[in-house]
Nanobody, 115 residues
C-alpha cells in the first residue's frame, strides 16, 4: 500500500520561503509523474507543479518563477521550494503520484502566508 506524507508547511510572512517535502513509501516513484496541488478554502483543488518521470516539468502560471519542483528518486521524495510567497498562496498543499492506473494522494500540509 502506497503512502504519501507531506511535510514542511507552516506560517510564513509575505515574501518568505518554505520547502515542502513528500516522502513516498510502498512504491518506487521513479516511473511515476509526481505533482503538487493546492486547495484554498472555497476553491477547487488546482495543479501547482508536476514533474514527469523523465524530468519534464510544468507549473501553474501563478507560481512560475517563484516555485521549483524537484524529485530525488533515491530517497523516494519530491520537493516543492516556494519563494516570494504571497497571501494568495495560502492553501492546503497535496502531493500526488500519477501513472499506470495509480492516482494517489497525501493528506496535505497547510501553508499560510500572512503578516
Amino acid at each position: 500500500q502506497v503512502q504519501l506524507v507531506e511535510s514542511g508547511g507552516g506560517l510564513v510572512q509575505p515574501g518568505g520561503s518554505l520547502r515542502l517535502s513528500c516522502a513516498v513509501s510502498g512504491r518506487s516513484i521513479s516511473i511515476y509523474a509526481m505533482g503538487w496541488y493546492r486547495q484554498a478554502p472555497g476553491k477547487q483543488r488546482e495543479l501547482v507543479a508536476r514533474i514527469a518521470s523523465g524530468g519534464s516539468i510544468n507549473y501553474a502560471d501563478s507560481v512560475k518563477g517563484r516555485f521549483t519542483i524537484s524529485r530525488e528518486n533515491v530517497k523516494n521524495t519530491v520537493y516543492l521550494q516556494m519563494n516570494s510567497l504571497k497571501p494568495e498562496d495560502t492553501a492546503v498543499y497535496y502531493c500526488n503520484l500519477l501513472g499506470y492506473g495509480y492516482n494517489d494522494w497525501g493528506q496535505g500540509t497547510q501553508v499560510t502566508v500572512s503578516s
